[in-house]
């Protein structure tokens, strides 16, 4: 109403295009507009200003209070925290190449990747074709870490070198040669997982616990067992000693009756002149 009364057209339909670096903002634009006006490439932060792009209609008339199908799309940067503390988070953008490559190492990326990729195959077999990586790349990814199969890879394709490795595995992921995968999980697969390792936790504690518990009374046991048979020693070494102390005081009595015995029988003998 305002722009009318001043003489001016109605304004466009605008909305803003914003998310991560390199997800292809400026390709949705090109795509609903029909021809390539937004410049754009592989490469996160390729886009480095702001620019509005008219798609649809011609704007309506003055005295027309809304335009004839007519929007007006802001292509912008991509936007990402200067600081990600989610280390894991961080390395999913990396695979997915939204974050620069000078910020991280190819060969610790590529590496971590099929770390996610078994993680991920291990819980839910339909999101990643682990067998299609394996086949690929001619390893065991499935009994091999993520840095023993990229050094592997390495040796085989590459000389020894880990970054062109990384490179490789990373570039091959980012086209779509290694299948459909995804490196996340809905959170209910997640809850639940974690309920059952928190379950198999608690029902290995209790399984530890009671042979603990059985340990303890075998080892009760066998204390109350030890002591009882060194009270029985002990008993038996009382009644040794109290029988050889009695011994001892009867050849002591023996002695003295014996004694005495000769004495008196010597005071009656003849001594002789």
């Known amino acids: 109403?305002?722009?009318?009364?001043?003489?001016?057209?109605?304004?466009?339909?605008?909305?803003?295009?914003?998310?991560?670096?390199?997800?292809?903002?400026?390709?949705?634009?090109?795509?609903?507009?029909?021809?390539?006006?937004?410049?754009?490439?592989?490469?996160?932060?390729?886009?480095?200003?702001?620019?509005?792009?008219?798609?649809?209609?011609m704007m309506g008339s003055i005295g027309d209070e809304s335009p004839k199908d007519s929007l007006e799309l802001l292509d912008t940067p991509g936007i990402i925290p200067p600081r990600l503390h989610d280390q894991e988070a961080a390395t999913a953008l990396a695979i997915c190449n939204d974050i620069g490559q000078a910020a991280y190492s190819a060969s610790s990326v590529a590496a971590a990747f099929f770390d996610k990729a078994k993680e991920v195959y291990r819980l839910r077999k339909g999101y990643v074709s682990l067998s299609r990586i394996e086949r690929r790349y001619k390893l065991p990814i499935h009994e091999l870490s993520g840095e023993d199969a990229l050094s592997d890879?390495?040796?085989?394709?590459?000389?020894?070198?880990?970054?062109?490795?990384?490179?490789?595995?990373?570039?091959?992921?980012?086209?779509?040669?290694?299948?459909?995968?995804?490196?996340?999980?809905?959170?209910?697969?997640?809850?639940?997982?974690?309920?059952?390792?928190?379950?198999?936790?608690?029902?290995?504690?209790?399984?530890?616990?009671f042979g603990n518990e059985d340990i303890d009374e075998e080892q009760s046991e066998e204390s109350e067992t030890d002591e009882q048979e060194d009270g029985m020693k002990n008993q038996l070494e009382q009644s040794r000693s109290t029988i050889a102390t009695g011994n001892e005081s009867a050849d002591r009595k023996s002695n003295t009756v014996k004694e005495d015995f000769v004495e008196r029988s010597d005071k009656g003998k003849f001594d002789g002149w």
């Open 1 to 57: 109403m305002k722009r009318r009364r001043l003489g001016m057209r109605p304004r466009a339909t605008r909305a803003a295009v914003i998310g991560y670096p390199n997800v292809g903002k400026s390709s949705l634009i090109n795509r609903l507009l029909g021809r390539k006006l937004a410049k754009s490439r592989n490469i996160p932060g390729f886009t480095k200003t702001i620019q509005w792009i008219r798609i649809g209609g």
């Open 153 to 209: 890879l390495a040796d085989s394709m590459f000389e020894g070198n880990l970054d062109l490795a990384g490179e490789k595995v990373l570039a091959d992921f980012r086209k779509g040669y290694l299948g459909p995968i995804t490196l996340e999980l809905p959170p209910d697969i997640l809850d639940r997982n974690r309920k059952n390792e928190e379950e198999e936790s608690r029902v290995e504690n209790e399984e530890e616990n």
